[in-house]
Every structure is written in structure tokens, then in C-alpha cells.
């Protein structure tokens, strides 16, 4: 039997029939009163449990209703823009077969062999490469509200934002200050913007390894959402890199998130890109990028304490199963999220928080 079986997001289908009908499960909702407990304070909120789940998993306000059921406390509704943004084509999601990715060293490209499916959920990864759709705002941002009305006492729901690049460096930032002050109109607990995303062109992805452009959209944004907690999304990066993006964006921020998903070459057996021509380099998350996740978290917390900052570290990268979640808060984190990890294994909640 393969992992696909108890997926909630089936990467068989597209993104907007998993939008429309998902999350597919089939059992009953297990009974969260006999987990464990450790109540922290999310900025004013009191939150159950350091766990969630980041942008990518909720597709909309269905699946954060549902992950919440599953005993997972933070719950960051996938990333919106200003403007409705069609999905890249299916597939959008194939299996890696891929070692433990060594953060210093890593590999030009992994392979999706055609047909092929793991049978260990906690060693599961994949490539994901999905553009960062949107919905038109008026229906994200009822849906938004609607998901941070719905939630279970315990948790919080954060809505992550990106701007859409239009031509100028200008416009780029206002349009970050717009996402963001729309997202705070919903009633979220915060907003995440993400600079890291592997997935897109004109330079949207990378904008993280840019410290003045950080800089420059962090500063506008946190002066128009002012007591609104912003966070910031990140990729993988560690030592003068890190360093220099914790030092230039420190101040505008609450809380710094990583990693997102490493951008590599991925193809076939044959060498084919595997998710097809055009879109040769994708996102690759789960198990394997587990190592490079720790790695990122350890050199974050001593930067923090270095800086003497007080921003909040919200870590994810390979989460799969209980070992993987305390090795992240063991290397400094504050809250830890799991993507594929949750979307392969529902009641991996449960499992951590036995
Ligand atoms: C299906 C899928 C969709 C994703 N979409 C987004 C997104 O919209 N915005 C974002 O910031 N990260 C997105 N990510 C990246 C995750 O938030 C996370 O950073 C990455 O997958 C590493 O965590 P993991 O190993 O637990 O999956 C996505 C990941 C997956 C698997």
C-alpha cells in the first residue's frame, strides 16, 4: 500500500478540484480532549499547542475547519494576492525518490520517477509547483473571515499574502502593503508575506535573498498594518545570508518562518523535466529537506539571540513524524509546521501531541 491512500489532498486531480471538494478523508474526527497540552500566547491569543500547519495545505476555509479537528493549532490559510491568479496546469504535486538533502551541499537536480509512490509516510517527499493561485479578493477575504470565525478554541488562523509583480520595484511593494492590509481586514491572528516562493517568475520567489527589498516591503507594510504581528517567510538560507536578512528585517517584524520548499531541477528517469517543459526547476519539501530545515532553525535562534531580537521562529521543513517535530523546537523554535507531512498523514497531530 502507497501514502496515497490517506492523503486529504489527492495529487491525482488539480488544484482547483481539490479547491472544490477536499480535504478527502473518510474516518471519523478523532476526540481532542486527551492530548497534550502546552498553552502558549500567540500574540494576545491563547494557543494549545506550538503546532500547525503552514501556507499551502488550507486551500480555503474547508480545510482549515478540518485540520483544526485534527488537533492542529496554527493554521495559515494558503498564500492570496490582490488579483485572481490561475494555477499552474496539473500535476502539480509527484513523489521525489530522493537521500537526505545535505544543506551544504546541495543536489543539481532529483528525479519523480513516472508511477512511483513511496510506502512510508514519514520518509515521503515530494515537488510541489503550483504558482501561488488566488481567488479574487472579495471571495478570499469572506472565506478568510469565515475560517477565523469557525476555528476551535485553542487555535488561531494566519493568512499569508504575496505581492504580484508588475513591472517596478514600487509597485511590487504596494502591492505587499495592500495584500497584507486586506488580510488584516479578515480578523487574522497575523499576516505572513512570502518572499520565498520556488514556484514563480519575475524574481516574486527570490525576493528573500534581498535583504534592502525585504527591507524596503517589511518596513511599508508594518507601517500600514502597524499592530497587526507580521511575519515573514523565508527559504533556505543560513550563516552571512541569514545574518544579514535577521539584521536588516528584525525590526518590522514578530516572527521570521522557514524554510519554504528548495528550489531544484526535477526530472524523470530520462532526464525529461518531470513536471514538463517550462517548468524545469520546482519546490521540493518533505523528508528529505528535513536536515537543511534544522540547520536553518539552529543558525536563526543564535542570530536571535546574538541581535538580542524577540521575534517569534516558526520552523518547517521534513516534519513527518513526532522525532522531526522535536527535533525543530530542540533546535530553537518557537512553533513548528508541518505541510506534507499533514497532508500525507492526517492524524499526525495526534501523533506528536500523545
Ligand atoms: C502543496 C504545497 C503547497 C504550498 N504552497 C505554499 C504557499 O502557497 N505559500 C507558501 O509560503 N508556501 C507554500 N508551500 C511551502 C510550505 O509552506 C513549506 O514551507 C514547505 O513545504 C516545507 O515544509 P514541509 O517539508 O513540511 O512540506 C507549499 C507546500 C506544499 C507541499
Known sequence: MGVKEFATYDIDKD????????PKFSGNFPNLGSLKKESFDFFGKSID?????PAGLLLNSRWIDFYSKMGFSLLVYKTVRTRKHPSH?????????????????????????VGYEPSSVREVTITNSFGMPSMDPDWW????????????????????????YQGTRWELIRDFVTVASMIKETGVSAVILNLSCPNVGDGEGLIYTDSELSKDILREVKKAIRDMPLIVKVGFMFGKPLYEFVRSVAKYVEGISGINSIQTRVVTEEGLPALGKGREKSGV????????????????????????????????????????????I???ADVVLSCTGAMFNPFLALEIRK
Open 15 to 22: 488544484y482547483y478540484e481539490n479547491f472544490e471538494n477536499g
Open 49 to 53: 499547542f506550538p503546532l500547525g500547519i
Open 89 to 113: 496546469p496539473h500535476p502539480n504535486c509527484l513523489f521525489v525518490k530522493s537521500e537526505m538533502l545535505d544543506p551544504f551541499n546541495l543536489p543539481y537536480q532529483l528525479v519523480a520517477p
Open 141 to 164: 477575504q469572506e472565506d478568510m473571515e469565515k475560517a477565523t470565525i469557525a476555528v476551535r478554541e485553542g487555535c488561531a488562523v494566519l493568512g499569508s499574502g504575496v505581492g504580484t
Open 285 to 328: 519539501c518533505g523528508w528529505a529537506i528535513r536536515e537543511c530545515a534544522k540547520l536553518f532553525t539552529k543558525e536563526l535562534y543564535s542570530i536571535r539571540q546574538k541581535l538580542k531580537a524577540e521575534f517569534l521562529i516558526m520552523s518547517c521543513g521534513g516534519v513527518t513524524d513526532s522525532n522531526s517535530f522535536y527535533d525543530l
Open 330 to 332: 530542540e533546535s530553537g
